[in-house]
């Protein structure tokens, strides 16, 4: 359920950006354990101009390959999190040669009020999901 949000450098193929979405996929199945089809994801590409990421003092480099991923989702926890972390910048690594330095996530937590999967009804509250 949760939907996730990339936001990366325009440029990359479309088997690159397959990628990148499985990889988070994969790391949400195994840390959150959500359903397999509970996937959404949106990708939005900016010039390179449009997209200021610093490493906030941590010297942390970044490249044209970094990415922002904002998490919308119900509260997981913070041991959840961090093990999303961690998974995720692993498996974009490993299956997308991103580096974990070129990953930054930030979640925006919300209840099941703040959810319509369509048709005008909240399927948290009336018991749907």
Same mark, same amino acid.
């Not at 359920?1 to 199945?29: C, N, Q, T, Y």
């Not at 119900?74 to 998974?87: C, I, L, Q, S, T």
């Not at 997308?96 to 919300?110: A, L």
């Given at each position: 359920?949760? &939907?996730?949000?990339?936001?990366?450098?325009?440029? @990359?193929?479309?088997?690159?950006?397959?990628?990148?979405? /499985?990889?988070?996929?994969?790391?949400?199945?195994e840390v959150?354990?959500?359903?397999?089809? /509970?996937?959404?994801?949106?990708?939005?590409?900016?010039?390179?101009?449009?997209?200021?990421?610093?490493?906030?003092?941590?010297d942390i480099? @970044?490249?044209?390959?970094?990415?922002?991923?904002?998490?919308?989702?119900?509260? @997981?926890?913070?041991?959840?999190?961090?093990?999303?972390?961690?998974?995720?910048?692993?498996?974009?690594? @490993?299956?997308?040669?991103?580096?974990?330095? /070129?990953?930054?996530?930030?979640?925006?937590?919300?209840?099941?009020?703040?959810?319509?999967?369509?048709?005008?009804?909240?399927?948290?509250?009336?018991?749907? &999901?």
């Open positions: 359920m949760p &939907l996730l949000h990339f936001h990366v450098v325009e440029g @990359r193929s479309d088997a690159e950006i397959k990628a990148m979405l /499985d990889a988070a996929h994969e790391a949400m199945l959150f354990e959500v359903p397999r089809g /509970d996937r959404y994801q949106i990708v939005s590409e900016h010039r390179k101009t449009h997209m200021i990421v610093e490493d906030t003092g941590l480099p @970044r490249t044209d390959r970094m990415l922002v991923l904002q998490m919308f989702s119900r509260p @997981r926890g913070e041991a959840k999190n961090a093990a999303f972390y961690r998974r995720l910048t692993e498996r974009l690594e @490993r299956d997308c040669g991103i580096v974990p330095s /070129d990953v930054m996530v930030s979640v925006v937590e919300n209840e099941d009020a703040h959810w319509s999967f369509g048709h005008g009804r909240a399927q948290f509250l009336t018991g749907e &999901l």
